[in-house]
Protein backbone atom coordinates (compact mmCIF):
# COMPACT_ATOMS: atom_id res chain seq x y z
CA UNK A 1 0.00 0.00 0.00
CA UNK A 2 1.23 3.47 -1.05
CA UNK A 3 2.18 6.16 1.81
CA UNK A 4 -1.12 8.29 2.67
CA UNK A 5 -1.25 11.76 4.24
CA UNK A 6 -4.97 12.46 6.21
CA UNK A 7 -6.75 15.44 6.12
CA UNK A 8 -9.51 15.77 8.81
CA UNK A 9 -12.03 18.69 7.94
CA UNK A 10 -13.80 20.49 11.14
CA UNK A 11 -14.99 23.86 10.09
CA UNK A 12 -18.36 22.92 8.63
CA UNK A 13 -21.91 23.35 10.19
CA UNK A 14 -25.04 21.17 10.27
CA UNK A 15 -28.44 23.12 8.50
CA UNK A 16 -29.71 23.60 12.29
CA UNK A 17 -28.71 25.29 15.22
CA UNK A 18 -28.06 24.38 18.86
CA UNK A 19 -26.52 25.39 22.11
CA UNK A 20 -24.64 22.33 22.00
CA UNK A 21 -22.32 23.73 19.12
CA UNK A 22 -22.62 27.51 19.31
CA UNK A 23 -19.33 27.35 22.25
CA UNK A 24 -17.70 23.84 19.96
CA UNK A 25 -17.31 23.10 16.59
CA UNK A 26 -19.57 19.05 16.01
CA UNK A 27 -16.18 18.13 15.62
CA UNK A 28 -15.32 18.43 19.47
CA UNK A 29 -19.06 17.06 20.76
CA UNK A 30 -18.15 14.68 23.54
CA UNK A 31 -19.66 10.94 22.73
CA UNK A 32 -20.31 7.81 24.71
CA UNK A 33 -19.16 9.70 27.69
CA UNK A 34 -15.15 10.33 27.67
CA UNK A 35 -14.56 10.16 23.31
CA UNK A 36 -15.03 13.66 20.65
CA UNK A 37 -16.37 12.79 17.49
CA UNK A 38 -12.90 13.80 15.98
CA UNK A 39 -11.53 10.92 17.82
CA UNK A 40 -12.96 8.19 15.73
CA UNK A 41 -11.29 9.89 12.07
CA UNK A 42 -8.29 10.54 13.81
CA UNK A 43 -7.72 6.73 15.27
CA UNK A 44 -9.39 5.46 12.02
CA UNK A 45 -6.35 6.93 10.25
CA UNK A 46 -3.58 6.27 12.91
CA UNK A 47 -4.86 2.71 12.96
CA UNK A 48 -4.11 2.02 9.60
CA UNK A 49 -0.75 3.73 9.58
CA UNK A 50 -1.05 7.79 8.23
CA UNK A 51 1.39 9.07 10.50
CA UNK A 52 0.72 12.70 8.82
CA UNK A 53 -2.93 14.38 9.91
CA UNK A 54 -4.00 17.72 9.21
CA UNK A 55 -6.53 18.82 11.10
CA UNK A 56 -8.77 22.01 9.18
CA UNK A 57 -9.76 24.05 12.30
CA UNK A 58 -12.95 26.12 12.96
CA UNK A 59 -13.31 29.92 13.65
CA UNK A 60 -14.06 28.23 16.74
CA UNK A 61 -11.56 26.30 17.81
CA UNK A 62 -10.18 25.98 21.40
CA UNK A 63 -11.90 22.99 22.42
CA UNK A 64 -10.46 21.01 19.56
CA UNK A 65 -6.83 22.59 20.14
CA UNK A 66 -7.35 21.77 23.67
CA UNK A 67 -8.64 18.10 23.05
CA UNK A 68 -5.87 16.86 20.42
CA UNK A 69 -2.75 18.76 21.70
CA UNK A 70 0.17 17.85 19.64
CA UNK A 71 -1.61 14.34 18.89
CA UNK A 72 0.16 12.67 21.78
CA UNK A 73 -2.90 10.08 23.03
CA UNK A 74 -2.73 9.18 18.73
CA UNK A 75 1.26 8.93 18.32
CA UNK A 76 1.47 12.04 16.05
CA UNK A 77 3.53 13.94 18.14
CA UNK A 78 6.50 12.94 15.72
CA UNK A 79 9.92 14.51 14.42
CA UNK A 80 8.49 13.54 10.77
CA UNK A 81 5.28 13.78 9.99
CA UNK A 82 2.89 14.05 12.71
CA UNK A 83 -0.31 16.66 13.52
CA UNK A 84 -0.71 19.87 11.75
CA UNK A 85 -3.39 22.52 12.49
CA UNK A 86 -4.13 23.97 9.38
CA UNK A 87 -6.61 27.49 9.16
CA UNK A 88 -9.93 27.20 7.95
CA UNK A 89 -11.96 29.48 5.66
CA UNK A 90 -15.30 30.47 6.07
CA UNK A 91 -18.24 28.85 3.92
CA UNK A 92 -18.94 30.98 0.84
CA UNK A 93 -22.41 30.36 -1.32
CA UNK A 94 -21.86 26.65 -0.74
CA UNK A 95 -24.85 24.86 1.04
CA UNK A 96 -24.90 25.19 4.48
CA UNK A 97 -23.32 21.66 5.72
CA UNK A 98 -20.34 21.18 3.41
CA UNK A 99 -17.76 19.14 4.42
CA UNK A 100 -15.09 19.71 1.77
CA UNK A 101 -14.67 23.10 0.71
CA UNK A 102 -12.21 23.37 -2.03
CA UNK A 103 -11.02 26.78 -1.08
CA UNK A 104 -9.85 24.88 2.44
CA UNK A 105 -7.57 22.48 0.04
CA UNK A 106 -6.36 25.92 -1.95
CA UNK A 107 -5.18 27.82 1.34
CA UNK A 108 -3.78 25.08 2.60
CA UNK A 109 -1.55 23.54 -1.01
CA UNK A 110 1.51 24.02 1.02
CA UNK A 111 0.64 20.82 3.00
CA UNK A 112 -0.31 19.22 -0.37
CA UNK A 113 2.62 20.42 -2.24
CA UNK A 114 5.61 19.70 0.26
CA UNK A 115 4.25 15.85 0.97
CA UNK A 116 5.72 12.95 -0.83
CA UNK A 117 2.56 11.36 -0.03
CA UNK A 118 0.71 9.02 -2.95
CA UNK A 119 -2.42 9.52 -1.77
CA UNK A 120 -4.51 11.90 0.32
CA UNK A 121 -7.23 10.48 2.43
CA UNK A 122 -9.74 12.83 3.88
CA UNK A 123 -12.76 12.61 6.33
CA UNK A 124 -14.84 14.95 7.77
CA UNK A 125 -15.86 14.08 11.75
CA UNK A 126 -19.41 13.86 11.93
CA UNK A 127 -19.88 10.42 11.07
CA UNK A 128 -19.01 7.62 13.83
CA UNK A 129 -17.36 4.57 12.78
CA UNK A 130 -14.73 1.98 13.27
CA UNK A 131 -13.30 0.85 10.23
CA UNK A 132 -9.63 -0.61 9.18
CA UNK A 133 -9.12 2.56 6.33
CA UNK A 134 -5.98 -0.03 4.85
CA UNK A 135 -8.83 -2.27 2.75
CA UNK A 136 -10.44 1.16 1.59
CA UNK A 137 -6.82 2.05 0.41
CA UNK A 138 -6.52 -1.22 -1.13
CA UNK A 139 -9.64 -1.55 -3.21
CA UNK A 140 -8.78 2.10 -4.09
CA UNK A 141 -5.25 1.05 -5.58
CA UNK A 142 -6.73 -1.71 -7.00
CA UNK A 143 -9.44 0.19 -8.93
CA UNK A 144 -7.33 2.28 -10.92
CA UNK A 145 -10.08 4.99 -9.97
CA UNK A 146 -9.47 8.71 -10.25
CA UNK A 147 -11.38 9.26 -6.51
CA UNK A 148 -12.91 6.35 -4.05
CA UNK A 149 -15.92 7.53 -1.93
CA UNK A 150 -16.84 5.31 1.44
CA UNK A 151 -20.87 5.09 1.56
CA UNK A 152 -22.71 3.19 3.72
CA UNK A 153 -26.18 2.22 3.19
CA UNK A 154 -28.90 5.24 3.97
CA UNK A 155 -31.13 3.70 6.93
CA UNK A 156 -34.00 6.27 6.13
CA UNK A 157 -34.96 9.62 4.98
CA UNK A 158 -32.02 12.40 5.54
CA UNK A 159 -32.03 15.71 4.22
CA UNK A 160 -28.20 16.24 5.88
CA UNK A 161 -26.53 13.24 3.80
CA UNK A 162 -25.35 13.48 0.39
CA UNK A 163 -26.13 10.50 -1.72
CA UNK A 164 -24.75 9.08 -5.12
CA UNK A 165 -26.57 7.94 -7.96
CA UNK A 166 -24.60 4.52 -8.81
CA UNK A 167 -23.82 2.59 -12.17
CA UNK A 168 -22.12 -0.73 -10.46
CA UNK A 169 -19.77 0.84 -8.16
CA UNK A 170 -19.14 3.81 -10.72
CA UNK A 171 -20.46 7.67 -9.50
CA UNK A 172 -22.75 8.84 -12.15
CA UNK A 173 -24.19 12.16 -9.98
CA UNK A 174 -24.91 13.78 -6.30
CA UNK A 175 -27.80 14.45 -4.49
CA UNK A 176 -28.05 16.12 -1.32
CA UNK A 177 -30.40 14.16 1.08
CA UNK A 178 -31.11 10.58 0.70
CA UNK A 179 -33.95 8.13 1.49
CA UNK A 180 -33.72 4.38 2.11
CA UNK A 181 -31.49 2.02 0.56
CA UNK A 182 -29.37 4.74 -0.86
CA UNK A 183 -25.81 4.86 -1.12
CA UNK A 184 -25.11 7.62 1.22
CA UNK A 185 -21.60 9.49 1.23
CA UNK A 186 -19.85 8.73 4.71
CA UNK A 187 -18.10 12.17 4.60
CA UNK A 188 -14.42 10.42 3.80
CA UNK A 189 -12.85 9.85 0.14
CA UNK A 190 -9.25 8.97 -0.94
CA UNK A 191 -7.73 10.67 -3.74
CA UNK A 192 -4.51 10.93 -5.59
CA UNK A 193 -2.27 13.61 -4.35
CA UNK A 194 -1.26 15.16 -7.63
CA UNK A 195 -4.66 15.10 -8.67
CA UNK A 196 -5.99 17.09 -5.98
CA UNK A 197 -3.69 19.52 -6.70
CA UNK A 198 -4.77 19.27 -10.72
CA UNK A 199 -8.13 19.64 -9.43
CA UNK A 200 -7.48 23.17 -7.51
CA UNK A 201 -5.78 24.66 -10.47
CA UNK A 202 -8.77 23.74 -12.65
CA UNK A 203 -11.50 24.60 -10.12
CA UNK A 204 -9.72 27.98 -8.76
CA UNK A 205 -12.59 30.26 -9.94
CA UNK A 206 -15.33 28.00 -8.16
CA UNK A 207 -13.40 27.71 -4.89
CA UNK A 208 -16.28 28.67 -2.94
CA UNK A 209 -17.80 25.67 -3.60
CA UNK A 210 -17.65 21.94 -1.86
CA UNK A 211 -15.27 20.02 -4.12
CA UNK A 212 -17.81 17.09 -4.80
CA UNK A 213 -20.58 20.05 -5.83
CA UNK A 214 -17.29 20.94 -8.36
CA UNK A 215 -17.21 18.06 -9.55
CA UNK A 216 -21.06 17.47 -10.59
CA UNK A 217 -19.97 18.11 -14.27
CA UNK A 218 -17.17 15.71 -14.55
CA UNK A 219 -18.08 12.39 -13.52
CA UNK A 220 -17.70 11.05 -17.20
CA UNK A 221 -14.54 12.16 -17.18
CA UNK A 222 -13.25 11.87 -13.95
CA UNK A 223 -13.56 8.45 -12.40
CA UNK A 224 -15.22 8.41 -9.15
CA UNK A 225 -16.24 4.61 -7.60
CA UNK A 226 -18.01 4.09 -4.26
CA UNK A 227 -16.15 1.90 -1.57
CA UNK A 228 -19.71 0.21 0.57
CA UNK A 229 -19.15 -0.17 4.19
CA UNK A 230 -21.05 -2.75 5.51
CA UNK A 231 -20.57 -2.07 9.39
CA UNK A 232 -22.57 0.39 12.10
CA UNK A 233 -22.14 4.58 11.22
CA UNK A 234 -23.50 6.89 13.28
CA UNK A 235 -24.33 10.31 10.88
CA UNK A 236 -24.72 13.54 13.57
CA UNK A 237 -26.34 16.89 11.96
CA UNK A 238 -28.63 17.88 14.69
CA UNK A 239 -29.36 17.17 18.43
CA UNK A 240 -32.16 14.27 17.63
CA UNK A 241 -29.21 11.89 15.79
CA UNK A 242 -26.55 13.12 18.47
CA UNK A 243 -28.99 11.94 21.26
CA UNK A 244 -30.04 9.12 19.22
CA UNK A 245 -26.53 7.66 18.33
CA UNK A 246 -25.24 8.38 21.89
CA UNK A 247 -28.36 6.05 23.04
CA UNK A 248 -27.44 3.22 20.66
CA UNK A 249 -24.00 2.60 22.40
CA UNK A 250 -26.64 1.29 25.46
CA UNK A 251 -26.04 -1.63 23.37
CA UNK A 252 -23.29 -3.95 24.38
CA UNK A 253 -23.44 -5.98 21.04
CA UNK A 254 -22.70 -2.01 19.30
CA UNK A 255 -20.14 -1.40 21.52
CA UNK A 256 -18.15 -4.27 20.86
CA UNK A 257 -18.39 -3.36 17.04
CA UNK A 258 -17.55 -0.10 17.59
CA UNK A 259 -14.80 -0.13 19.97
CA UNK A 260 -12.78 -3.61 18.96
CA UNK A 261 -9.86 -4.45 20.59
CA UNK A 262 -7.75 -4.57 17.71
CA UNK A 263 -8.70 -1.05 16.46
CA UNK A 264 -8.99 0.74 19.61
CA UNK A 265 -10.29 4.65 19.44
CA UNK A 266 -7.87 7.04 21.33
CA UNK A 267 -8.94 10.07 23.26
CA UNK A 268 -7.56 12.41 25.28
CA UNK A 269 -5.69 10.43 28.68
CA UNK A 270 -7.33 12.90 31.76
CA UNK A 271 -6.08 10.24 34.34
CA UNK A 272 -9.34 10.01 36.18
CA UNK A 273 -9.67 7.95 39.54
CA UNK A 274 -12.26 5.35 38.86
CA UNK A 275 -16.03 5.56 39.43
CA UNK A 276 -17.32 5.38 42.77
CA UNK A 277 -20.27 3.87 43.77
CA UNK A 278 -21.40 5.08 47.30
CA UNK A 279 -23.95 3.54 49.40
CA UNK A 280 -27.72 3.60 48.44
CA UNK A 281 -26.34 3.84 44.45
CA UNK A 282 -28.54 2.28 42.18
CA UNK A 283 -27.07 2.37 38.40
CA UNK A 284 -28.21 -0.13 35.29
CA UNK A 285 -28.03 0.15 31.56
CA UNK A 286 -25.92 3.14 31.63
CA UNK A 287 -22.35 4.56 29.85
CA UNK A 288 -20.19 6.17 33.44
CA UNK A 289 -16.97 7.77 32.73
CA UNK A 290 -13.99 7.38 35.22
CA UNK A 291 -14.27 10.08 38.48
CA UNK A 292 -17.71 9.66 38.59
CA UNK A 293 -19.17 9.77 41.92
CA UNK A 294 -22.37 8.03 42.34
CA UNK A 295 -25.19 8.08 44.90
CA UNK A 296 -28.56 8.19 43.43
CA UNK A 297 -30.19 6.37 40.46
CA UNK A 298 -28.89 6.50 37.21
CA UNK A 299 -30.59 4.40 34.26
CA UNK A 300 -30.29 4.27 30.61
CA UNK A 301 -27.70 7.49 30.46
CA UNK A 302 -24.47 7.99 29.79
CA UNK A 303 -22.38 10.13 32.00
CA UNK A 304 -19.32 11.87 30.96
CA UNK A 305 -15.91 12.41 33.74
CA UNK A 306 -16.53 13.82 36.95
CA UNK A 307 -20.11 13.69 37.33
CA UNK A 308 -21.79 13.70 40.77
CA UNK A 309 -24.96 12.12 41.66
CA UNK A 310 -26.02 12.84 45.16
CA UNK A 311 -28.24 10.85 47.18
CA UNK A 312 -31.58 10.86 46.15
CA UNK A 313 -31.02 12.27 42.98
CA UNK A 314 -32.33 10.88 39.65
CA UNK A 315 -30.78 10.63 35.88
CA UNK A 316 -33.00 8.64 32.86
CA UNK A 317 -32.41 8.81 29.95
CA UNK A 318 -30.30 11.16 29.49
CA UNK A 319 -26.57 12.89 28.57
CA UNK A 320 -24.98 13.98 31.54
CA UNK A 321 -21.56 15.66 30.06
CA UNK A 322 -18.08 16.20 32.38
CA UNK A 323 -18.05 17.46 35.69
CA UNK A 324 -21.71 18.29 36.49
CA UNK A 325 -23.79 18.22 39.51
CA UNK A 326 -26.69 16.33 40.34
CA UNK A 327 -27.97 17.73 43.57
CA UNK A 328 -30.16 15.42 46.16
CA UNK A 329 -33.76 15.13 44.79
CA UNK A 330 -33.22 17.05 41.75
CA UNK A 331 -34.36 14.55 38.38
CA UNK A 332 -33.34 14.78 35.14
CA UNK A 333 -34.96 12.91 32.31
CA UNK A 334 -34.49 13.19 28.86
CA UNK A 335 -32.51 15.73 28.48
CA UNK A 336 -28.79 16.48 27.51
CA UNK A 337 -26.91 18.40 30.33
CA UNK A 338 -23.57 19.85 29.21
CA UNK A 339 -20.66 20.45 30.91
CA UNK A 340 -20.17 22.53 33.87
CA UNK A 341 -23.86 22.10 35.72
CA UNK A 342 -24.97 22.41 38.99
CA UNK A 343 -28.83 20.35 39.03
CA UNK A 344 -30.25 22.52 42.28
CA UNK A 345 -31.45 20.11 45.02
CA UNK A 346 -35.45 19.21 44.04
CA UNK A 347 -35.04 20.42 40.48
CA UNK A 348 -36.40 18.88 37.29
CA UNK A 349 -34.96 18.85 33.81
CA UNK A 350 -37.42 16.81 31.97
CA UNK A 351 -37.86 16.43 28.25
CA UNK A 352 -39.47 14.22 26.71
CA UNK A 353 -38.79 11.33 23.74
CA UNK A 354 -40.06 13.76 21.30
CA UNK A 355 -38.58 16.65 22.60
CA UNK A 356 -35.01 16.40 24.41
CA UNK A 357 -34.48 18.93 26.78
CA UNK A 358 -31.31 20.65 26.48
CA UNK A 359 -29.47 22.75 29.18
CA UNK A 360 -26.33 24.45 27.93
CA UNK A 361 -23.11 25.07 29.03
CA UNK A 362 -22.75 26.33 32.41
CA UNK A 363 -20.28 29.88 32.15
CA UNK A 364 -17.21 30.10 33.97
Given amino acids: MKSTLGIITTNYAGRTSSVLTQVRPLASLPYAGRYRL ?43 GGLFMLPGSAFGTSRAGSRFLLRDFVQNRIILERSDDDYVLVSAANVVYNMDYRLLLEAYEQSGADVMVLTCQAQGDNAD ?41 EHEQVDY ?14 DVRVYRYK ?24 QDELFPKDRSIMT ?72 GNVIPAGTELRGTTDEILIKEKAQS
Fill in 231 to 254: GYAAPIFDVVSYYRHNMELLSVEL
Fill in 161 to 201: LVGFEVEGDRCRALHHGVSYGDDAFMDCFVIRRELLLQMLV
Fill in 268 to 339: KAHDNPPVSYRRGAHVRNSIVSGGCRLAGNVSGSILGRGVVVEPGATVLNSIVMQSCVVKSGARVENAIVDR
Fill in 209 to 222: LDLFEALEKDYGRI
Fill in 38 to 80: VDFPLSNMVNAGVRTVGLVMPSNYRSIIDHVGSGKEWMLDRKG
